[in-house]
């Protein structure tokens, strides 16, 4: 196991090909402030480029929260030309989802608003019983502004999406699982160790295959079916190149469990 601590506010755990990165402002509910986002962009630079990670999760300090949103605080004197430029580049919603690894957020309690957007551009979500979901913004006289109207709908459906953030209103963990918000509920106790399991579980396949799984997957999100299906078999044929697929077929017909390498 190895630590690399990026800033205060955001931490990194490294082990067994796992990264946990955890965002570090308990006092403050984990809100996103510049700095958070500026060092948590930064990370995702740098798991993508280490050979060592496989698959990472994202959580939040403390058991009150996952993000309790964007620190409002830096809202007051804001104009319409600074939040127009803020977001010109790039944001830590397009850096989450632009991560080429598989990411898993553990949604250890309130998750609202940018802290939602967030979970929302992670690939998967595993929430906490105790976790409160929601995009409030509406309640601020504002709109989601990092992907909250898009991903959301495309992960729930447009009526749950306009229902949300029509009404600001703030669901359960359990509402969340029954809409397609989150893919599983577990006790608080256990978030980190189910995340890390499912985290362990995707570690032992192949990196080449997972990472063209994530490229087709998120591609199905803008492509239109048969553009979809084209790139699937462009990705196929790239993974029978591999020596990850090598690997698999002979350790499937030798009946023992496959070693895989990443090329």
């Known amino acids: 196991m190895r630590w690399t601590v990026t800033s205060d506010v955001v931490k990194t755990e490294i082990s067994d090909a796992i990264a946990t990165i955890t965002l570090n ?24 480029a280490d050979p060592e990670v496989r698959v990472a999760i994202v959580t939040g300090a403390g058991e009150k929260a996952f993000v309790a949103g964007a620190d409002i605080a830096e809202f007051d004197d804001r104009t319409a030309l600074d939040q127009f430029a803020a977001f010109r580049c790039e944001t830590v919603y397009s850096a989450t989802a632009a991560f080429s690894k598989p990411l898993i957020a553990a949604i250890n309690g309130i998750c609202l ?64 699982l029954r809409i397609g918000l989150v893919e599983e509920v577990v006790p608080p106790d256990q978030l980190m160790s189910r995340a890390r399991a499912l985290a362990t579980a995707i570690a032992t396949k192949s990196p080449v295959a997972i990472r063209l799984i994530k490229e087709a997957i998120q591609a199905s999100l803008e492509t239109p079916l048969s553009e979809g299906l084209r790139l699937e078999t462009s990705l196929i044929s790239l993974a029978f190149a591999s020596e990850d697929k090598r690997e698999g077929v002979r350790a499937f017909l030798e009946k ?7 090329r």
């Open 25 to 48: 402002r308990p006092e403050k509910l984990n809100a996103l402030n510049q700095e958070v986002r500026r060092q948590l962009i930064a990370t995702f630079d740098r798991l993508a």
């Open 113 to 176: 608003g940018g802290g939602c957007e967030l979970a929302l551009a992670c690939d998967i979500r595993i929430a906490s019983a105790s976790a409160r979901l929601g995009q409030p913004e509406v309640n601020l006289g504002i709109i989601p502004g990092g992907g909250g109207t898009q991903r959301l709908s495309r992960l729930v459906g447009v009526g749950q999406a306009f229902k949300l953030i029509y009404t600001g209103e703030i669901i359960s963990a359990d509402e969340a």
């Open 256 to 262: 023992r469990p496959p070693t895989f390498t990443g």
